[in-house]
């Protein structure tokens, strides 16, 4: 299992909100310590695929899932399986910086403490790791207990990021964290993506082909619930195979 | 003369005349037009005698109560402050007279204290219930119902303190009368619990939705999100309701004039009779003539009590200050 190249692997995924089917047949696998952009219009289900693999989905009444996500082997929708377990294990980004109202160390410590890591040493550890593994560390190690919401956007973004770091997740998802971000504030977190690579397992949600294109290996193209074609970022930009992701790549639609 | 069509032309006029005119930018609002300017006339007397109303009630309060500590009592002996507050008699028909309103203070506080004791915990229940465990559909006829209770009149929940909790109390606890502190303390904790359980839930509704996304995301369950995310929150909205429910519950008169059984006496046992604030005011006022010390001393009990109703109150506006502007800072 170990020896196992992929972090994730999706098999024959279903999914329904009610009676509307929102994800057809999808099947892929995604590769420990890579990127993989998951790219296509609005509505074409890339954030609910995503959200699916940390079971954020379970949160919705109603809903319906057919097929497998495995997650390092283990099957995640399994009866057996805790969606609590499964969030401790894949870590997320969302969208809007969405940092607690409180301090800043608070946050970051929130995950850790959850699962029961109280000693004050322990903590301040976890957080200064975290904290600099986002690039955030420099700019707040003097204010820890400061209001996470006095900080920029970038910086608050950035620190949901350590927050989840914290929990050293096998897998990051994050669902456009960047579209809330001015230009610079973006690039960094970008940068810190690529570095991240190194030890962690990768999957982003963009509308940004620009951004797919600087920073993942691996790119997936989806549209009205299915996933059309998924390569190497560099073969998907450059000669897809199928007429619609080169429609939208090149911008005729989306 | 006035007809009705002069009133409504008075009254439509303003409305009119704003269809018609052209726009004239900014300078329109600064009450050039004559519309504007009725209405404005208008609202600004509503608001005003709402407000003089109000102020000239405080006036008359404070000129009638203070004048207990001012002019000499009927016998030629004074009153002071000291004997006013800290006095443990109240016997008003003695002479020299008592005005003692220790009894009646103690009487407001233990009543609202022991009504908390209950209301709080089962008040917030109700919250965390409808906001956290109830499906959708017992939340769409919950809320309305709770909301519903608050519109029972006290006097309803005073008959039922009178003629069932008291028979109740009487046989359980083998006393010489169910009316007491702990009857009125249940009736009022009643009362407070609808404003404790439906400010509080807005409150928890009101905490964004990413947020306990970003809780659950981290692998927090519902309870661990509820305690650690969603509560700490919604914490200024929750003991503002908190306040105001006991606010209701200390300035309430008629279910203690009914249910608490009336005795001016120092009492620390929830069994025995109490007498607060507001019913002696009520019970006694009827008897007094006016002038006398006694009337006098009713009023300087409404001082009392209104300056105790509005430290609550400003100790609501205060907690809710607080968390909101620090971004719970402490939390």
């Not at chain 2, 016997?91 to 609202?112: K, R």
């Not at chain 2, 006398?292 to 300056?307: D, E, K, R, V, W």
Request: with cysteine; charged share 15%; hydrophobic share 45%.
């Amino acid at each position: 299992m170990v020896n196992d190249p992929n972090a994730v692997e999706v098999k024959t995924l279903n999914f329904f909100y009610g009676e509307k089917q929102a994800l057809k047949n999808i099947n892929l696998d995604i590769k420990r310590n890579e990127i993989t952009a998951l790219i296509g219009p609005s509505g074409c289900g890339k954030s609910t695929f995503l959200r699916l693999l940390n079971r954020m989905n379970d949160l919705i009444a109603g809903v319906r899932l057919e097929g497998k996500i495995l997650l390092n082997g283990m099957d995640i929708y399994a009866p057996e399986a805790e969606s609590a377990d499964i969030r401790r294990r894949v870590g997320m980004v969302f969208q809007k910086p969405n940092p607690f109202p409180k301090s800043i160390f608070n946050n970051v410590a929130y995950g850790p403490m959850l699962h029961g890591i109280k000693n004050k040493h322990g903590l301040n550890r976890i957080v200064e790791s975290s904290l600099r593994a986002a690039a955030l560390w420099e700019e707040v190690k003097d204010d820890l207990h400061k209001s996470a919401l006095s900080l920029s956007g970038g910086q608050q973004q950035r620190l949901c990021l350590a927050r989840a770091l914290a929990m050293e997740p096998e897998v990051l998802l994050m669902d456009e964290p960047t579209s809330a971000l001015d230009p610079i504030s973006t690039s960094k977190i970008e940068e810190l993506v690529m570095d991240l690579k190194n030890s962690y397992t990768v999957i982003i949600v963009t509308h940004n082909m620009q951004q797919a294109a600087r920073i993942s290996d691996k790119t997936c193209f989806f549209y009205m619930g299915e996933l059309i074609e998924s390569g190497a970022t560099d073969q998907i930009f450059t000669l897809p195979q199928q007429r619609q992701t080169e429609n939208y790549i090149t911008g005729r639609f989306g | 003369m006035i007809t009705h069509s002069n009133v409504w032309r008075f009254f439509t006029k303003p409305l009119m005349k704003t269809r018609l005119a052209p726009r004239r930018g900014l300078n329109g609002l600064a009450g050039k037009d004559i519309g504007d300017r009725q209405s404005r006339i208008i609202f600004t007397v509503l608001g005003f005698t709402a407000l003089t109303a109000l102020l000239l009630i405080v006036l008359f309060l404070f000129l009638e109560g203070t004048a207990l500590f001012i002019h000499p009592a009927e016998d030629g002996s004074r009153v002071g402050l000291g004997d006013f507050i800290l006095g443990s008699f109240w016997y008003p028909g003695y002479t020299p007279p008592e005005f003692g309103i220790l009894p009646l203070m103690a009487a407001s506080l233990s009543v609202t204290v022991l009504s908390a004791c209950l209301s709080i915990p089962l008040g917030m229940g109700t919250a965390l219930y409808l906001s956290s465990v109830a499906g959708p559909r017992v939340r769409e006829w919950g809320k309305p119902v709770i909301e519903l209770l608050a519109a029972m009149p006290s006097v309803v929940l005073g008959l039922v303190g009178m003629m069932v909790i008291a028979p109740f109390m009487q046989e359980w606890w083998d006393v010489p009368s169910g009316l007491n502190m702990l009857n009125a303390s249940v009736m009022l904790a009643l009362m407070a619990i609808p404003t404790i359980a439906s400010i509080a839930d807005d409150a928890l509704e009101s905490v964004p939705r990413d947020l306990l996304e970003a809780s659950y995301a981290l692998g927090a369950t519902p309870l661990q999100t509820l305690m650690r995310t969603r509560l700490p929150c919604a914490l200024s909205g929750v003991g503002a309701g908190i306040i105001l429910g006991l606010t209701r519950a200390m300035g309430e008169t008629m279910v203690v004039l009914m249910c608490a059984g009336g005795a001016a006496q120092l009492s620390f046992s929830p069994l025995d009779a109490v007498r607060p604030m507001t019913s002696t005011i009520a019970a006694e006022m009827g008897e007094t003539a006016v002038g006398s010390s006694h009337y006098s001393a009713l009023f300087a009990i409404g001082i009392t009590l209104f300056l105790m109703t509005f430290a609550f109150n400003l100790l609501a506006s205060f907690i809710a200050g607080r968390y909101s502007q620090k971004g719970y800072q402490a939390a």
